[in-house]
């Protein structure tokens, strides 16, 4: 894809993995809206870049999807990049049955169910308007999950086939449909988890990671890893079973 001279839509991108897309695009020539629900982390994220639009909004509120998307067609009816990259991290334990899962937050909401009705939202804009993307953020665990997250991966499972089949039905609107699959990144994913792993703390940081995602839109790679999920996406069942196994053996 062209990534500079388009109107780029970024959700959750006030923090991590987000905001760095947000930096490498305004940097590149585009113009950047980004949104989540904190306002105080969008209004930060502005005063490093005063160029950025913020709009606050929980993908998770039906309400607040559909006002996003009224706010765009009329402020930014060029828009041609969505890139859904919004999303949470639970480790949920489903041996005592429903009652983890019914605590927290819904990841099944945040990172599935409203990916997918954002991108419906937004297919007849990005259709009326040029060299079109949308740039999908699963994640590694989508190909392999983590006994500890089992929700989580399986949204981001559920993100690479939604990804994958939106690809072949858009490719004759010429809408470009991008998979980005980060490894572990240094960001605010899933604090609670990574304080319990001794302040987890992984060694790449956004911006190497999304410095190298860029190159990969600009040469039109449709499944984008990184590092460790470089290989992941392109291994076979019988490595998958034994990565599998050896991720998951101290659960
Ligand atoms: N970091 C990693 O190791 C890693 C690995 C694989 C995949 N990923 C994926 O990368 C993406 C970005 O995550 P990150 O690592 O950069 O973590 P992050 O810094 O926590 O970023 C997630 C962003 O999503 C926003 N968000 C969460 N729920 C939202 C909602 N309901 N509505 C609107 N915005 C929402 C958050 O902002 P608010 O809380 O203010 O809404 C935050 O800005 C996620 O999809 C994640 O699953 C990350």
């Not at 489903?94 to 937004?122: C, K, P, V, Y």
């Not at 009326?128 to 006994?147: C, D, M, Q, R, Y």
């Amino acid at each position: 894809m062209n990534i500079g001279g388009n109107t780029v839509l970024i959700t959750g991108g006030a923090t991590g993995i987000g905001f760095a897309f947000a930096e490498y695009f305004i940097e590149a020539g585009n113009e950047v809206v980004i949104c989540g629900r904190r306002e105080k982390k969008l209004i930060e994220a502005r005063g490093k870049h005063p160029e950025l639009h913020i709009r606050v909004c929980d993908i998770a509120s039906d309400y607040d999807r559909r006002s996003l998307f009224d706010w765009i067609s009329s402020g930014f009816s060029n828009l041609n990049v969505l890139v859904n990259n919004a999303g949470i991290q639970r480790e949920i334990n489903f041996t005592n049955g429903l009652s983890e899962f019914i605590r927290g937050e819904n990841e099944i909401s945040i990172n599935l169910e409203a990916q997918i009705i954002l991108t419906g939202l937004f297919i007849p804009l990005l259709k009326g308007n040029k060299e079109s993307a949308i740039i999908n953020v699963t994640s590694g665990l989508g190909f392999i999950p983590a006994a500890r997250t089992p929700v989580y991966s399986a949204t981001k499972a559920g993100m690479h086939a939604f990804t994958m089949a939106l690809r072949y039905q858009l490719s004759p609107a010429g809408i470009k449909v991008f998979e980005v699959v980060p490894p572990a990144v240094d960001t605010e994913l899933n604090p609670e988890g990574r304080a319990e792993r001794g302040n987890y703390k992984p060694d790449i940081k956004p911006d190497e990671f999304v410095g190298a995602v860029m190159e990969g839109l600009k040469n039109d790679v449709p499944e984008i890893g990184y590092g460790s999920t470089e290989k992941l996406i392109k291994a076979s069942r019988q490595e998958l079973d034994t990565i599998f196994r050896q991720m998951n053996s101290r659960w």
